[in-house]
């Protein structure tokens, strides 16, 4: 089995592959501070949960954009799993070429999805990814990883909004009865909702005209369902696709 980890500012995916066949997977929060053991103790309770069995883990692939967390996953991937766990860099053969100015300024969540986007759905292709910032990432036909754009997050928005007002409240994400509110929370949840929504809309059909009409847009992340209900360009929804990149990259090593 492949245990895949996804450690995002905000939640840390955790994937099963039993071969090519994602058979588990969860969500948590990100804890910075959790120590080696802490892990262990963790992802052992989530297999056993399952009635999965550690020994059964025969390799540990981990792309971070939370750099504190590296040492204690590696230590933790050899004290209770007994192997080395694979990180995702730039260094890591992807497949593509990578033509940001720097790439090593490319999150590593980054490239894993424009892997899985351009190996599922061929290229041009666009991956919106809605995690704690917003980011879309493109890939040529040719497997050249071309950058992208990265947008404040939902959760960043509704944070700013209450930490920044004397009066507006905090609010829940989540598509609102209907567009013109007609009290304060509406009003807000309409327009974090079709704000974000327009926002996306808006980076896309400009992506696409840059990429071309045959461009395939894919999304993924926590909160892509809600939005991709309301989207008018965005069609394809993918919420395995970095667990899933994470196996490809495994595949490739």
């Not at 262990?40 to 883990?57: A, F, K």
């Not at 920044?164 to 994400?173: E, G, H, I, N, S």
Request: charge should be negative; include cysteine; aromatic fraction near 6%.
């Amino acid at each position: 089995m492949l245990l895949a980890l996804d450690v995002g500012n905000t939640n840390v995916t955790i994937g099963i592959f039993d071969g090519k066949r994602l058979t588990h997977n969860w969500r948590l929060r990100t804890v910075r501070d959790q120590t080696a053991d802490e892990w262990g103790i963790l992802l052992r309770n989530l297999l056993t949960l399952s009635s999965l069995d550690l020994g059964g883990v025969n390799g540990i692939i981990v792309s971070s954009v939370v750099p504190i967390v590296d040492s204690a996953l590696a230590h933790m991937a050899g004290r209770y799993f007994s192997t080395d766990a694979m990180f995702v860099t730039d260094a890591t053969d992807t497949g593509l070429k990578i033509l940001y100015d720097n790439p090593r300024e490319v999150g590593a969540d980054r490239l894993v999805n424009a892997v899985a986007a351009y190996q599922k759905y061929g290229g041009p292709c666009v991956v919106v990814d809605l995690g704690t910032a917003i980011t879309f990432d493109a890939v040529s036909a040719a497997a050249e990883y071309l950058g992208g754009v990265i947008c404040p997050g939902i959760g960043i928005s509704i944070s700013g909004l209450f930490a920044k007002t004397a009066r507006l409240p905090m609010v829940d994400f989540r598509e609102p009865e209907r567009l013109i509110g007609t009290n304060t929370v509406g009003s807000m949840q309409s327009g974090l909702y079709y704000g974000t929504i327009g926002m996306i809309d808006g980076i896309v059909q400009r992506l696409t005209e840059t990429l071309g009409p045959e461009t395939r847009v894919v999304a993924t992340g926590g909160q892509a369902g809600l939005v991709i209900r309301g989207s008018r360009l965005v069609r394809t929804l993918d919420e395995d696709l970095t667990l899933e990149g994470l196996r490809l990259l495994w595949e490739r090593r």
